[in-house]
């Protein structure tokens, strides 16, 4: 059974940093990309961008370049996502997500960013 | 980057009624790389439809999905309670992916 488990809540100050975490189970980790997808408080689906954990190929949305990284542990199965320089409009549910199109989702991770 | 518009943003309907949600691109979407999902509150979407047509494991076939170009469709053929929802069209075929904003599918 395919499971995508995130990390719990964050509160953060504005400027501060968050690190997203995403452990897989139930298949080859590296079989398949992982994408990061937000969705801040009573709006649509952001997409943020892709991970390949076979090689590591990034494709990060071009509004997040320069604040976002993404990265995988392929010993231990498990996606990040990294936001950086973090502003009030992060506040949002993120969720990582398998493949193209996204065919199973974390739970998702709430970010606060608030002073 | 392509944009996704969605039409209606509310469908009021009641069970055993038929659901047509719209999804447009500003520029043409291969059908292969077109997904619709379902998001119910306090939930992760849910993948119901993949290249344009395709129903994911477990879909029911009441859900149903067509269109080409620029001009895709979702159907629910006759409501269930548990279909009132909001549904999103997604293109994955060229870079960035993006979303629709949504359509809201609600009792009336």
């Known amino acids: 059974q395919v499971h995508l488990v995130q990390s719990g809540a964050e509160v953060k100050k504005p400027g501060a940093s968050v690190k997203v975490s995403c452990k897989v189970s139930?298949?080859?980790?590296?079989?398949?990309?992982i994408n990061w997808v937000r969705q801040a408080p009573g709006q649509g689906l952001e997409w943020m961008g892709w991970?390949?954990?076979?090689?590591?190929?990034?494709n990060y949305e071009q509004r997040l370049q320069g604040r976002v990284t993404m990265t995988t542990d392929t010993s231990t199965s498990t996606a990040y996502m990294e936001l950086r320089n973090l502003r009030s409009d992060d506040t949002a549910v993120y969720y990582c997500a398998r493949g193209s199109p996204n065919d199973f989702w974390g739970q998702g991770t709430l970010v606060t960013v608030s002073s | 980057e392509i944009v996704l518009t969605q039409s209606p943003g509310t469908l009021s309907l009641s069970p055993g009624e038929r659901a047509t949600l719209s999804c447009r691109a500003s520029q043409s979407v291969s059908s292969r790389y077109l997904a619709w999902y379902q998001q119910k509150p306090g939930q992760a979407p849910r993948l119901l439809i993949y290249g344009s047509s395709s129903r994911a494991t477990g879909i029911p076939d009441r859900f149903s999905g067509s269109g080409s170009g620029t001009d895709f469709t979702l159907t629910i053929s006759r409501l269930e309670p548990e279909d009132f929802a909001v549904y999103y069209c997604q293109q994955y075929g060229s870079s960035p992916w993006t979303f629709g904003q949504g359509t809201k599918v609600e009792i009336k």
């Open positions: 991970i390949s954990p076979y090689n590591g190929d990034t």
């Open positions: 139930g298949y080859t980790f590296i079989s398949y990309g």
